[in-house]
């Protein structure tokens, strides 16, 4: 993630969920990805703070994302000191890999795995949120700093570790994308999947990553979740929050 991108409505919808999960109980660490800012507008949907009705999903979150999303200097440690995230882990070094020699990128990208390894340690979720999501790339790669690598996933995940990750939808079919989104099952064939996407101006995917016997639990976490205020949300006349089939 960018800080650019902070408050943006995907923030909204992002922390809504992660303050459920942590209030049902769930032990949390957060892997913000962090990248640097682009110059890019992306992140800027931050309207929904204007609208009073929004207000009603989460009164404590929405009332905590109205002084940070439009500033000109937001950064991910507001939000972590806001309050509103309380009682999760968090890992917010900055990736930036891409003006460095190729040759020493995947020696600094692993250097910084390592220690989100060790930060988040004590999680029993850990949340990834990669700028675009996973790919299969070389970590040497220019550009891979915007992705979560399937081995980076596989370290939390045999080391005991339930795994969510942030996963941009591509321009394919829905034939494609039901593949694309069981892609980590090639890394971590005993693995159990579940998601849920959030679509409001674009669509985030959250792809669950699950050892077999926290498979129910965590199912039923998400139907519980569709059931709050948030399942309510609609965009065109159809829930923002959906199940993804997976």
Partial sequence: MKNQYIGDIGDYGKYGLLRFLRDSGVKIGVNWYLTPKDGRTDGCHTEYLGIEAMRQYDEDLF????????????????????????????????????????????????????????????????????????????????????YILPEEIECYFKRGQQVVYYQHRPRINETNWDAFKRRILMKIPEARLLAVSFNRWSCRTYIFVLHENEYARYEKLIGDFLETNWGQLKVCGKPAFIPEII
């Avoid at 795995?113 to 299969?136: K, M, Q, W, Y």
């Fill in 63 to 146: 009332d905590a994302m109205k002084p940070i999303a439009d500033l000109d200097g937001k950064h991910i440690v507001m939000v972590e000191s806001s309050g509103v995230l309380d009682g999760i882990a968090f890992y917010h070094e900055e990736m930036d890999f891409d003006n460095i020699p190729s040759r020493i990128r995947g020696e600094k990208r692993a250097e910084w795995h390592r220690r989100a390894l060790t930060a988040l340690s004590g999680c029993e979720l850990v949340f990834a949120d990669p700028d675009n999501g996973l790919i299969d790339r070389k970590p040497s790669a220019k550009g891979a700093q915007k």
